[in-house]
C-alpha cells in the first residue's frame, strides 16, 4: 500500500473520532497490526465487522482497507491457498470499482491474488501471476513497487525461468537505488532465493547480507523469516554448524506456516550433516504442517513438505512412514495444476521416495512377535519411539485385538488417524463385530474416523452400534463439527439411553453453546451425585448456573467442592480478593481489568473504563473459573499474585459513567487528597498514564510530568455533581486539571478547560 493511504487512515480515525464512533476509530489503526503481530483470533472477527461498517457508512475505501488486510493475515504468515483464493479474486473486482480503482492501496488486491495462487500451487499459477503484475506497471517511486517486484521474481522462478529471476532481482533493486529508495528486506530475500536456485550459494549469502539492513515490509516476520532463510543457504554452502546457529528453533517457527517448508528443506540439509537429531518427533510436526497444507489448499506445499518429510523418515529407518508419506504426495499430485518442477517431476521424486525405502534395513523389534503389546505396556513412556512400534506392531494389527488397540491409536497420535481408522474398520465393522465391540474400542475407532474427517464412515457405523453408543458417537462428531443443535439432541437422546457422564458433558457443553445455560447447568446438576463426576465438570456447572442466576445450583456445586459460602440463598455477594478479569477491547485486543471477585465465578469490575468500550468499573461480570495462568511457587511471588481469569458474559451492568481528566500532575499530598475525596464517595478512579508522559508549562514550555486517566460516577450522580467535586478538588492546585468532555457535558467553563488543553499541549 501506498504512504497516501496512511495519510487517509489517520484522517479517517480523527473524522470517526469527531463523530463519536471511537470503537471504529480504534479498530482501525490496529488491523494491519493484528494482520502482521499473528493476532489472528481478533482479525478474523474484527475485519469483517468494518468492512461491514464501511459498507453502511458509505467509506468504500476503508471496505477495502479491512478487506485487504484481513486477507493478507490469512495469505501471508498463515499461508491460506485455495480457501483464500475466491476472497482474493473477489478482492481485485473491489479493487475494479470505480469508488475504490483510485485508492493508493488499490494494486495491493493484485499482489495478495498472486500471493494466494503461490500458496495454492506456485509452478501452476506463475503464467497467471506474471501477467497480472506486470499489468499493473507501477514504478519504483511508488511504495508498491518492492512488493510486486517481489511477487514478481516468486513467479519467475515457479515458472522455472530461473536466471530471468535472477536478473529481474537485481534490477529491481538497482531501480529502486536510482530513484533513491531502499528495496524492501522482502525484494532483498527474493533475489537470494533466486541466486540460491541458480546454484550460487555464495552470491545468495552476499546478497542476503546485503538486504539485512532493509527496512521490511513486515518487521514482525523479519527476523525468523531471515534466519530460516539464511540456515538454509548456509546448508547448501556446507558450513552446517552456521547454518545450525542461524535456524530458529522449532517453537519460534511452530506459529509461521510462511516459513515452514523452507525450514524443513534446511533441517533435511542439516540431517545430510548429522547436526541435527531427527526424531520422531520432527516427523509428528512435519506431518501436522502436511495436513495444516491439506487443510487450507497449499497443495504444492503439501507435496513438497510430504517428500522431505519421507527422506527425513528413509534416515531415521521409519520405512512405514516413508511409504505413507510417498501416498500423500501422490495422491496430492492431482490437485496441482502442473507437475513438474525445477527439480525433476514430482512422480520421479516420488518413485526415489519408494525406492530409497525398500533398500531400509527396518531396526529390529525388541522381543517375539507374541509378547510385543507385553513390551509395549512396559515401554518407558519418555524414551519410546512410538514410530518403531508402529512398525513392530503392524503384523500383528488388525488380527490381535489388544494390538490393534496399540497400533492404531498410536498411528493416530504421529498424525495418521486415517490409517488407523482402515485398520479398525476392517477387523470391527467389515467383519460385522462392531455391534459387540468392546465400548473402548467405539470409542477409540470414533476418535480416529473424527480426526480423519471420516464423516460418512462414522454415521454408517453408528447405525450397527447399540443405542447409547450410537447416540455418543454421533454427539461427538458434531460436537466436533461445531453443529451444536445435533450434538445436543445426540448427547440428550445418549444419556437417556445410560450412556453415562461424556454424554451428560458433551450435552451441557453443546447446549451451553447455544447459549441455554440454565438449562446446561441442570443437566449437569441431575449428574452431581454421579461417581464419574469431575471437579472440572462441576465447574463449568457453576458457571453456567452463575450465568443463568441459578443461585441454588451453584450453592450445589460449591457444597459439592467443599468450598464455603457466606450466604445460603440468593445471589452471592461475597468479597473474596482481587481478580484480574480479561475482556474484549474494541480494536480487537483484550483488557484486563482489576476487579473484585464477589462469588465462586462472578467479579465486580474495579477500574473505570474509557468511554466506547462495552463495560465499566461497577459491572458485574461472570468468568470463567480456569486459571489463564498458573499460582507462582515461591511464597514471595504469591503474596503479589492477582489471579487472572477470561470473562464469559456480563451477569449485571453498575450504570457507571466515566469521564476523562488530563493534566499537569500536582504534588504529592494534593494527589493524596483527590485520591480520598474520590474513594469516599466511592467513585473509581484509574490513571492510564505512566512516569513518561509530560505536559508542556504554559510560559517556560519546559516538560512537566503529566497524568490523565479516568473516573467513573454510578447512576445517582449526575456530571453536574462531579464537576462541582472535581472543581472544589483541584482549586488550590498550582496547574490546573482539565475535564474536558465533562465540562461540555454540563456546559460550565468549557473556554476555560479548553484553554488549558492549549497550553499545557494536553
Known sequence: MDVDIWAWVGDTQRQLHEAGNTGLAMAIGDVPAQALEGRYAQLDVLAPAIAQQAQNLGLPWLEFYARYWHLIGRVGDRAQGAVALAD???????????DIRDCPGAPGAVTALALTQANTDGPGYADERLAALGALGVEPDSLAFSSVAEQYVSALLDAGRVEEAVTYA?????????????????LGAASARALLAAGRAQDALTALDAATGFKPDDPVAKEHREGVLRSLVLAVLGKPQESVDALPDLDVVGDHPRVWAEWARAIRELAGFAKITNTWQLGRVLKQWIDYFAMMGGYRTRVELALVAGDLAVSRQSVWQARQL?????????????AGDAAGSIAERIAALRTAADAVVEPEAPGPEAELVEYFDAADGFNADPERWVGWLAPLSGRDLPATRRHTTTLGFLGYPARGADIYWTMLVESGDIETADQQDVSYLTGLLIEA????RLEQMAQRLPEAQRHLSLGRLHRARERWEQAAAEGEAAVAAGAGMEASRLWAAAVQQSGDNAKGAAILRDALDSEEIEPEDIWRMITMATAAEDWETVRAGTTKLGMPLQSTEGPIEEEMGLVRIVLPAPDGSQRVVISLRTGPATARLAIPQPTGMDYNAGDLVVFDPQLLEPIPESQEEQEGFIPPFAAVSMLRPGGYTSWFFDGAAPSEADWTEFNEVMAERGWPMWVYSDDSYTVAHPTSGERLPGVFGWIAIPPDVTPVELDAVLDDATERWVHPLAWLDLAKAVDVEVERHERIVKEYGL
Not at 482474493?88 to 470505480?98: D, H, I, K, P, S
Not at 504426495?329 to 495444476?337: I, P
Not at 474427517?453 to 460418512?456: I, N, V
Open 453 to 456: 474427517r471420516q464423516d460418512e
Open 88 to 98: 482474493a479474486e473477489t478482492l481485485v473486482e473491489l479493487a475494479q470499482r470505480e
Open 326 to 338: 510417498a501416498d500423500i504426495a501422490e495422491s496430492a499430485v492431482g490437485e496441482l495444476k502442473s
Open 170 to 186: 537485481e534490477s529491481a533493486v538497482g531501480r529502486l537505488g536510482a530513484a533513491d529508495r531502499q528495496a524492501s528486506w522482502e
